[in-house]
């Protein structure tokens, strides 16, 4: 019988504490800060990681969880990562994209047709490719792909089905020039605002809406002041579980390959949950919340967003990634 994601996070949390039972105190302590709610995919993902890890390696390792941004946002964890102050994170693509721009070629609008097409690249080449690039790049370890929905248009004005609704609204996006320009070309006002500020500047008008999958819109109740929620499904976003490379490099290896082990396994975990949470997600904020879903023809959609798409593969140097990713089947 199919869980939903509420459900499998009281599971996965009492398996988290019946495997800490019984084990011998930890030798190394790892922190994972999420900025999602305890209940979102990354939190579950991690807590199943978490799990595997610790009786593994025989409580050797604990990894504990610091949601709902409780060490900073995605910036703020990014820099711990760098500065070893932080172990680990769940990380939008975007987020890299000040000392590894190539990471944005993974937030392009309509980059992805769908799910399958989405996991064929991130597990095949390319993502092998857009891994050693950012470990190269960075003091970061790349542990797995993770997904965080298909991300949607959510406002507080009106309707929104073309492009040509768009105009005069105020749209939040993340600072990473990807994103800014996407909205910029769709005829909106794109305003970068950090995640922990977002419901307050919603509520209070300092921008009309923003964009995210529907497990985030439910858990933040971003439904509240922007109950107007339109399927553009413009990005099948990719999130990074990463750790630091400090932390990594004192690990002995055989607990390097544990973690490895078990961030595959947390990997396919994650993205299974995931998937169900945009479901679920959307027909809860229907039939619970009054949330007024309206489909878009996204034909428009993608025709104002192509010069977006190219430009930032050349800019990037990455045009023939870009091409082999259109081109994965």
Known sequence: MRKTCFTV????????????????????TLKCGTVTAPEHSYSLGV???????????GGQVKVELFPNSILGDEDDLIEGMQLGTVDMAVAAT???????????LFSLPFLFRDYDHW??????????????????????????????????????????????????LKIRTMPGPVD??????????????????????????????????????????????CPYISLTDHQIAVRLFLISKLTWDRLPKDIQEIIT??????????????????????????RQYGAKINQVDKTKFIELTEAVRQDTAAKLGLVDMYKAILETQ
């Open 9 to 28: 996070g009281i599971i996965v949390a009492l398996l988290v504490g019946i495997a800490a039972s019984g084990l011998a105190a930890p030798k190394w």
């Open 47 to 57: 807590q199943y990681f978490a799990e595997i890890v610790e009786r593994e390696t």
């Open 94 to 104: 975007a987020k890299l994209s000040g000392f590894v721009p190539e990471a944005d």
């Open 119 to 168: 996991a064929k690249v991130l597990d095949g080449p390319q993502g092998i490719r857009m891994k050693e690039i950012i470990e190269s790049k960075s003091d970061l370890i790349l542990l797995g792909y993770w997904g965080c929905g298909t991300r949607m248009l959510f406002n507080s004005q009106r309707p929104v089905v073309t492009p040509d609704d768009l105009r005069g």
């Open 180 to 225: 800014i320009q996407t909205w910029k070309d769709l005829g909106a006002i794109p305003t970068p605002v950090a995640w922990p500020e977002l419901y307050s500047a919603l509520k209070q008008g300092v921008v009309d809406g923003a964009e995210n999958d529907p497990a985030n819109i439910i858990q933040q109740k971003f439904y509240e002041p």
């Open 261 to 286: 082990k078990a961030a595959a396994e947390a990997t396919l975990y994650q993205r299974e949950v995931d998937a169900l949470s945009v479901e679920e997600g959307l027909e809860i904020l229907e």
